[in-house]
């Protein structure tokens, strides 16, 4: 066998022909290692070769060149090699006992395909090099070679490893376009972070994702986790440390580290766990650390990379921004509703009899809607409309509590209210889908209703199912002209107004709806009212 090496590493040579002296030189090398613990960038190389000079050569050389190296005799020690750790590069001869070179190659392609592959052979003739390509090899040395060589070779590999890893983040980039588009559109905080875990999850292959949020007064509390379905950890993942993060932030420096080291970010570190990687991005609005969002991998041979680091930084940037309107929409939603059930409270306070009017008109309305099958955000609408289908009420400057009949200007006036609430929820956009339950819930399905006198169909789902609840609870209270109608009375003028008053099938389904619900309050032992 011959091993040619240049001139600067002659102490190879000396090794080779004298026994000890490579044994000795091996040690030397081998205390000189890069600590694979330590540094976890070092491209990690398995050098595969029945003849234990070539493996040892080839190790020492490839330790001094800055790798991170690892031998077996054959291709099934290779295996469990492989199994055991993560490599970049795996460089075999081609004929060994118990596993050839061609069947490593096969195996690795199945289960490690990033690895990439380099094979000496001894015998090489080109077909056997082509062959062996054939089956997923980078490249082929022939033997006997320059170390030199060998090295080129390698970092030949590793680089084009690289650019394939970057050609695979772009593709990545793709679907992390569809990640940001769905972030973009939740709305809800809780819509954003199953979005954001799901994302983290899935673009860096986590274990586990993590998001602790400000708390709004420079707390930081776990707001979302989210484990790797193909995870089997306990599900103690253990608790990352704010005060520590925010210390390592303040140098606006990446972090993602390998091993133990990461431990140092929990306050309370994984119980059974050991962390293999953790990756951390600070989720900031304007300079403002509103949170982190953190990767973490328990599994030995996953460890993430800066490309995995820079994919999750983009889903942070997304959260974010995400997580911030999404708090904004809640603020606003919140104010929203505040502001929704004054007013409401500010009509019905208008007429003594008419507290609470608008109150239960809203509660009938979702009941309906409900029953009638419509989805969540629907039945939201409706209900809201239904909060506030008098709004307009404000708008009309007489006294609606005055016994007796109105006179025909002031019904005329009264008339008006449906308008003028048109006219107050305009000028808000948000409040626009409230507009056809406000509008139009005086229509009547044969036409003969007001402002518009919409017939059937024309008149919005919205309204005729207020219109509904608002005749119901109009008859069930007391008012200034009559006192309260019993249940009964109430149900059967309504069904006796189907089809001129009611759309028939939005009656009938109130009439079930209603009577249900009685019976679940009675079956409660809550009052049920006459
Ligand atoms: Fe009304």
Known sequence: MVVCVPEAHAGINDALTHGNAR??????????????????????????????????????????????????????????????????????????????????????????????????????TVETAIDAMKKGAYDYILKPFKVEEVVHTIRRGLERQRLTAENLRLKEALSLYKVSEAIASSLSLDGVMSTVTDAAVNEVNADAVTILLD?????????????????????????LDPKALHAYFADDKPLRVQGSEGVRFFSTPPRALALSSLLVIPLRIRN??????????FTRTKKFDEGQRKLLSIVANRAAAAIEN?????????????????????????????????????????????KLGLSPPDVEIVRQSALMHDVG???????????????HEEYAIFQRHP????????????????????????????????????????????????????TYDAMTSDRAYRKALPHEVATREINECTTSQFDPDVAGNFLEAIEADRKARADRGDPVPD
């Open 23 to 124: 044994h000795t030189k091996r040690k030397m090398v081998a205390q000189a290692s890069i600590d694979p613990q330590t540094v976890h960038d070092t491209p990690r190389i398995l050098v595969v070769d029945d003849e234990q000079v070539i493996r040892e050569i080839l190790a020492d050389f490839l330790s001094m060149e800055g790798f991170w190296v690892r031998t077996a005799e054959d291709g099934s020690a290779a295996l469990v090699e492989l199994s055991r750790n993560q490599y970049d590069l795996v460089l075999s001869d081609l004929k060994m006992p118990n596993m050839g070179g061609l069947e490593l190659l096969k195996a690795i392609s199945e289960h490690t395909p990033n690895v990439i592959t380099i094979i000496m052979t001894g015998f090489g």
């Open 215 to 239: 708390d709004g007064e420079g707390n930081f509390f776990e707001r979302a986790r989210e484990a790797n379905p193909a995870f089997h950890g306990d599900g103690d993942v253990g608790e």
């Open 288 to 297: 403002r650390m509103i949170g982190f969002l953190a990767a973490m991998s």
């Open 326 to 370: 999404a708090k904004l929409y809640e603020d606003l939603k919140g104010t929203f509703h505040q502001t929704i059930k004054g007013l409401a409270s500010a009509i019905d306070k208008m007429d003594r009899y008419t507290a609470g009017h608008s109150e239960r008109v809203a509660a009938y309305a979702q009941i309906l809607a409900i």
């Open 393 to 407: 009420k404000i708008g009309c400057v007489m006294n609606l509590n005055k016994p007796g009949k109105l006179t």
């Open 419 to 470: 308008v003028f609430g048109k006219d107050i929820l305009e000028p808000i956009s948000f409040l626009h889908p409230l507009i056809p339950g406000v509008y139009m819930h005086h229509e009547r399905w044969d036409g003969n209703g007001y402002p518009l006198g919409l017939k059937g169909k024309d008149i919005p789902l919205f309204a005729r199912i207020i219109s509904v609840a608002d």
